[in-house]
């Protein structure tokens, strides 16, 4: 049973973040006074350590049913809900974590760059929007948090204006960022139009008698999925993320692939599941499909780049086919155990959930990690272009180190996060047990094999190769660079050797998704 609480409590973090984005410009406009290039920097850093203080707070005393609050005389059903729980805390930690080595990493990287101050505001109102997203429990406060997030988001892709290619790739994100969310608004106007709520709890029971007509529960469905799923960069609504991620500095492109497509996912699957209950509703094929396109086209386009960047950004795609699939899974098998009762489809149905969950984990570590790295690199050799960067591991060894351990945990190598994540996916898919996900889960497994070739062809050009003539004279980054990467690195060979209290996080935020007030 949840634990109401007041709205302010529920709102400390997003209400210290806003602060802080409130409070940068004055930091920022007092740093042009004294010449000063990073206090705006340090000043947000500590805004995401206090926040990720009180998400630590919060998370050590949540009740087993989690938190709810609303506006006084303005709560559910029609007014405004916030709902805390174990899935909640689970993205909000991971948004809060990465902001914060984001933040330390930018004060370095950025530095040459103006108008830090705006970077800083925008970077704050990102994470506040993603974690506003995570706490909404209602389509009203999603829908205005997730505009806050897009916005930020928008902004910090075109941050270095002077340049055409943060322009055009940012407009491009804007135009189909939109028409995703004018698509998921329809979805959500038909919802309320037949309920008269856009609270998640009470739509779930709404939309669980048998009365209802399926035909409209899946026309709503999949304006869901397509309306999200441009942001979540589903094949073929991806378009927008490999122009995106060289244009935006390499710290947003950390944001982006760690967390914001991310919290994408986290929408589909919190609406999806919580209100269209998989064991009524057979969407599980039509999810697991769609991972299967995402993961193999990505794959392929992904082996062509040369430009690092878009390299791993086609890379980001194809992980967000696996964690689709791990979703798809956890539907299919659901639906599967509520027909004929097979007890295996159950099992494999929480593992697929807990293995999307913790592949949402270890890929925003190690995508994050990735993404710094790569940012340190191109600052250093100026040029993107991967055979360019022969041997700039060796003369980074620190940011080469990094590097390297994130490759080799997204190509699933054991004992680091990533294995722990793909195995958990592939054991659910193999655990359904007929042929149908036995096929698809086979064809993941290819895709999994495929992606390691071109993470060890930059494994082996920037790192075990000896320098080449464009990097010969470089040197090791700054230390406030390489801490972040250092500490991602740290985390990717912990979770990979000891993954059990996380996967114990995952389990809890598994069951909270499946519950049905």
């Known amino acids: 049973m949840a634990v109401e609480v007041d709205i302010l409590t529920a709102l400390k973090p997003i209400i210290v973040l806003i602060a802080f984005s409130a409070l940068t410009p004055i930091i920022g406009y007092v740093e042009g006074k004294l010449k000063s290039k990073h206090a705006s920097g340090i000043f947000a850093t500590i805004g995401f350590l206090v926040t990720l203080a009180l998400v630590i707070d919060m998370y050590m005393h949540l009740p087993a049913g989690g938190f709810t609050s609303s506006f006084p005389g303005f709560g559910p059903p029609l007014g405004v809900e916030l709902r805390i729980d174990a899935l909640s805390m ?15 990493y930018s004060i370095k990287y950025m530095e040459h760059d103006t108008g830090l101050d ?41 941050f270095r204006k002077y340049r055409w290619e943060p322009i055009e790739a940012g407009f491009k994100y804007l135009v189909m960022s939109t028409l995703g969310s004018l698509i998921a608004l329809l979805g959500i106007a038909l919802l309320y139009g037949y309920a008269g709520t856009l609270n998640f709890s009470a739509l779930s029971v709404i939309f669980s008698k048998p009365t209802v007509d399926p035909a409209y529960c899946y026309i709503v469905i999949t304006l869901i999925l397509v309306g999200f799923g441009v942001t979540a960069s589903i094949v073929p609504f ?70 690092i960047k878009r390299l791993l950004a086609f890379s980001s795609t194809v992980n967000i086919g696996f964690i689709i699939f791990g979703l798809g899974v956890a539907a299919y098998g659901m639906h599967l155990w509520a027909t004929t009762g097979a007890n295996l489809a159950l099992t494999a149905s929480v593992i697929g959930l807990i293995g999307a969950l913790m592949h949402i984990l270890s890929h925003a570590i190690g995508k994050g990690l990735l993404f710094l790295a790569a940012g340190s690199f191109i600052t250093r050799a100026k040029t993107r272009n991967i055979y360019d960067l022969e041997g700039v591991g060796r003369a980074m060894p620190w940011t080469g180190a990094s590097f390297s351990i994130g490759l080799l945990s997204l190509a699933g190598t054991p004992p680091l996060a990533g294995f722990v994540s793909k195995f958990l996916l592939l054991m659910a898919g193999y655990s359904v047990g007929d042929l149908f996900m036995n096929i698809a889960t086979s064809l993941m497994l290819v895709n999994s094999v ?68």
């Open 118 to 158: 705006r970077y800083y505001t925008m970077l704050l109102l990102l994470v506040a929007g993603m974690v506003g997203v995570a706490i909404a429990g209602d389509f009203f406060t999603l829908f205005v948090f997730w505009e806050l997030m897009s916005i930020a988001s928008y902004s910090l892709v075109s």
């Open 450 to 517: 495929f992606a390691t070739a071109y993470y060890l062809r930059l494994l082996q050009v920037c790192v075990i190769r000896p320098k080449g003539d464009k990097v010969k004279a470089i040197k090791e980054a700054s230390a406030i660079i390489v801490v972040p990467l250092v500490l991602l690195m740290i985390a990717l060979i912990v979770i990979g050797c000891y993954p059990w209290p996380l996967v114990d996080m995952a389990q809890k935020a598994a069951f909270t998704l499946f519950q049905v007030p």
């Open 90 to 104: 689970f993205m909000i930690a991971l948004f809060c974590g990465i902001g914060f080595l984001v933040s330390i």
């Open 238 to 307: 991806h378009t927008w993320l490999p122009d995106a991620h060289p244009a935006a500095p390499s710290s947003i492109s950390a944001m982006l692939s760690g967390l914001v497509i991310k919290a994408a996912v986290y929408a589909i699957a919190r609406s999806v599941f919580t209100i269209f209950a998989p064991s009524v509703f057979n969407y599980g094929i039509v999810l697991v499909v769609f991972a299967i396109i995402t993961a193999t086209v990505a794959n392929v386009k992904a082996l062509l780049q040369r430009d």
